[in-house]
């Protein structure tokens, strides 16, 4: 296959910069931010209740944090959000799968802190 790869910001109308907080939960294949939430709830277990999270191009990624277990993280960033939400039940999103409606992209991440642990998929299988 041969082409160029474009990444998300050359994908995608995005507003223009603010600043976001809120409950990122990070797991296999899954990346999602709940803009505003002040902590974690069982709801969040859920995919696709929030936005697709990622990194800008504008941020050195070797800053960025791993995330070396599944959790949930309270995030406050510079960053932008897409223009445009895409329908429900339909594989044109945003993300793994295309599945969010929104997306978030950290130009600028200002704090990072694990608010909870949840289980690993794979555990039982290992």
């Known amino acids: 296959m041969k082409g160029h790869w474009k990444g998300t910001e050359e994908c ?17 294949e899954r990346s999602e931010l709940f ?34 277990e599944n959790g949930a993280y309270l995030v406050t960033f510079n960053g932008r959000r ?14 793994h799968m295309r599945e969010y409606r929104d997306l978030a992209l950290v130009d ?5 802190k694990q608010v909870a642990r949840l289980p690993d998929p794979f555990e039982r299988h290992r």
Do not use: H
């Open 82 to 95: 897409s223009a445009c939400s895409k329908p429900n039940g339909q594989l044109n999103g945003y993300g």
């Open 12 to 28: 995608y109308p995005l507003l223009g910069p603010e600043r976001m907080t809120g409950i990122v939960v990070v797991g296999f």
């Open 108 to 112: 600028e991440l200002i704090s990072w």
């Open 35 to 68: 803009l505003d939430a002040p902590q974690f709830t069982p709801a969040m277990r859920e995919n696709t209740l929030g936005m697709w999270f990622g990194f800008s191009n504008k941020i050195d990624q070797k800053s960025v944090p791993v995330a070396i």
